[in-house]
């Protein structure tokens, strides 16, 4: 009977609803005049009452419905009340009292003690505030019986977003709050809105209670991350969290907009704050060109070489959508005293390069433009060694010709000790600026003139870049599997773009001439295990000889040809640390130029004569390291990386 009448309440129009608190209003004005002379007087008809009473009552009514309504007491949704309507309403109710001091005063009426209009003021607060706080309470608990059944969860993090996740959730209806969980010893066994604060080590006792648990900390560290999501793992209980800082603050998610955790978000580490004197140096005011500028690391450089106020930024790209889309994307956030200029072409093109850097005054340039997929320049040599060695030799040669103070080269991990030809050709582009930096050293020194400084960043994976293990497994995973994996052993490195990007532009500032920059790349990944987490975190189960009814399997297809169980970062050098804590600088082995620049020539031709054959020959001439036919079942002698950190 109490479910149907607040339905019936729930289903009133707009106006029914006002009329309702009006008349609700009616009855309570004139109990809390009487009241606020009993409380005083000790007595319920007192004859100061009888006096007082005789013109209060009606002036109460007349004051005061008209006063609520003129200040906007009945426009307010009953159901989102909250504090601030109590404020507003303690303030009307001071105004009522003061005008009908001010009436009795100015037509010499019979006055009640002076103590009874305090009684008066507190008691038409507590009356109208109490209406209308039960009200909205009768009407959420309306919706909540109305679900079939409430999502039973814990808030991790009982700060100010995991109260506003609470008052969100408590709003929506559809979620019971079992408890709030907090690392802060300081915080347990108090509580939000009556829900307690507990340990998280209460998980254990109360499981079977929870259906999931969100994670409401949107400036958690990565690390500390990982650890409560293993533990939820642990516990077998699904975790989705709130967004981040970056979105809640700048209004693109809301605080209750709850996603599943992404791989992304416990792969890397935890930020390291960029050197401040590193930004910036030799990209403010200067010229800068961006190659590859659409791909995963040339975007994300052009994003923030913007934020770094260069005079123009030069867009060099051969994929016409990947160019489309980042020109979109850095409009709207360029400013006025930046040029964007957009240049549709490919950096081994000698002509444009050289007409692009002596028209602009290029100053710096970031070279990010290479094939990467291994698997595909294995099938394509000939495409894969024109556009990483070709495109590099085109470039450094342009620098030199136009004075450009400096390039840097964006290597890879695969260029050591190389196991594929996307791997050789990126150690032969490396070989090419180390030659030029080389020829120019030995010209500055019989001339004695500035010029172009040439280095090289070596890096391992980057987090979401395309060909990326994570959106193959994330595809693979929301087709009901199975995940294919090459290898049980495999391991890699991972690193997020935007810490990539970062380090890419710091590391520019120690350029000398023919540095190698290594960047620490944090601990290796097992594929394996990465796999088994974004299956648990997809809310599925593994299938495997302990789970035959798994819901995904991992299959192993073996390694593919070129593809090494490891990576490292260093051939033959030792390295050495730089001002960052991240960045190490090595000298590997060069070739001479004059023998490069011949067999370069020699690569050219057969190229251009499509003989794959005589191409590959002379790859491995100038890498012999590259372990063409043989080496994808290399397991590597040496782990992961190579850098020394003492």
């Not at 005054?361 to 394509?380: C, D, I, M, R, S």
Request: charged letters at 20%; a neutral charge; proline letters at 7%.
């Amino acid at each position: 009977m109490k479910l149907f009448s607040l339905r019936q309440v729930a289903r009133l129009s707009p106006l029914a609803r006002r009329l309702l608190l009006i008349g609700t209003d009616a009855l309570l004005l004139p109990l809390a005049v009487w009241l606020s002379f009993w409380l005083r007087l000790a007595q319920p008809l007192h004859p100061s009452f009888l006096a007082a009473g005789l013109w209060l009552l009606p002036a109460v009514l007349l004051v005061g419905l008209p006063l609520y309504a003129f200040t906007g007491q009945y426009k307010g949704l009953t159901r989102y009340v909250g504090s601030s309507a109590l404020y507003r309403l303690a303030g009307r109710n001071g105004l009522l009292v003061l005008l009908l001091a001010c009436i009795g005063v100015m037509l010499r009426l019979p006055m009640p003690p002076r103590s009874s209009w305090i009684l008066l003021w507190l008691l038409l607060t507590g009356f109208t505030g109490a209406v209308r706080f039960v009200l909205r309470d009768l009407l959420l608990s309306l919706r909540w019986v109305s679900q079939k059944q409430m999502v039973r969860v814990a808030i991790y993090g009982a700060g100010e977003a995991g109260a506003q996740l609470a008052a969100a959730l408590r709003l929506a209806g559809n979620h019971q709050i079992v408890t709030f969980l907090d690392d802060a010893p300081v915080l347990w066994r108090r509580t939000i809105n009556g829900i307690p604060i507990q340990p998280p080590q209460v998980l254990s006792q109360i499981q079977t209670h929870l259906d999931q648990v969100f994670l409401a900390i949107p400036s958690i560290p990565r690390s500390e991350r990982r650890r409560i999501v293993a533990e939820m793992q642990r516990q077998a209980i699904p975790v989705l969290q709130i967004p981040s800082v970056d979105d809640l603050t700048s209004g693109r998610a809301r605080i209750d907009a709850l996603r599943p955790v992404a791989i992304e978000d416990l792969l890397g580490r935890d930020p390291v704050p960029p050197v401040p004197e590193l930004l910036g140096q030799g990209l403010r005011d200067a010229v800068v060109c961006v190659t590859g500028a659409g791909g995963s690391i040339g975007s994300e450089l052009c994003r923030q070489i913007l934020q770094l106020a260069p005079k123009s930024l030069i867009l060099l790209e051969s994929s016409e959508p990947s160019l489309y889309a980042i020109e979109q994307e850095l409009r709207q956030k360029l400013s006025a005293s930046v040029e964007l200029l957009p240049v549709l072409g490919s950096a081994a093109d000698p002509a444009l390069v050289l007409r692009l850097f002596a028209d602009h005054g290029v100053q710096t340039v970031f070279h990010a433009a290479a094939y990467k997929h291994v698997p595909l320049v294995e099938a394509n040599p000939l495409a894969g060694l024109a556009n990483n060695v070709g495109s590099t030799r085109v470039l450094c040669q342009a620098a030199v010709a136009t004075g450009v103070s400096e390039l840097l080269l964006i290597s890879t991990d695969k260029a050591v000790r190389p196991t594929n030809v996307m791997g050789a050709s990126k150690r032969l582009a490396e070989l090419i600026v180390q030659a030029m930096a080389q020829e120019l050293s030995k010209s500055v020194k019989a001339v004695d003139h500035p010029c172009t400084r040439f280095a090289m960043v070596r890096f391992g994976n980057v987090l979401g870049s395309s060909g990326s293990v994570v959106p193959l497994f994330r595809k693979q995973i929301a087709a009901g599997g199975p995940i294919t994996l090459t290898h049980p052993e495999i391991i890699r490195f991972f690193m997020t773009i935007p810490e990539a990007a970062q380090l890419v532009l710091q590391a520019s500032t120690f350029a000398e001439g023919g540095d190698l920059f290594l960047l620490d790349m944090g601990e290796p990944v097992r594929i394996k295990d990465l796999a088994e987490q974004m299956v648990r975190l997809s809310g599925l189960s593994l299938r495997d000889a302990r789970n035959p009814i798994g819901e995904i399997e991992i299959v192993c297809t073996g390694l593919r040809p070129g593809e090494k169980l490891y990576e490292e970062l260093l051939i033959d050098a030792e390295s050495e640390p730089t001002q960052h804590p991240l960045i190490f600088r090595a000298q590997e082995r060069s070739l001479p130029p004059e023998l490069l620049w011949s067999r370069l020539d020699a690569l050219d031709s057969a190229i251009a004569a499509q003989d794959v054959e005589g191409a590959l020959v002379l790859l491995a001439e100038l890498v012999p390291e590259w372990q063409r036919g043989g080496g994808e079942n290399r397991a590597g002698a040496v782990a992961a990386v190579a850098i020394e950190k003492d």
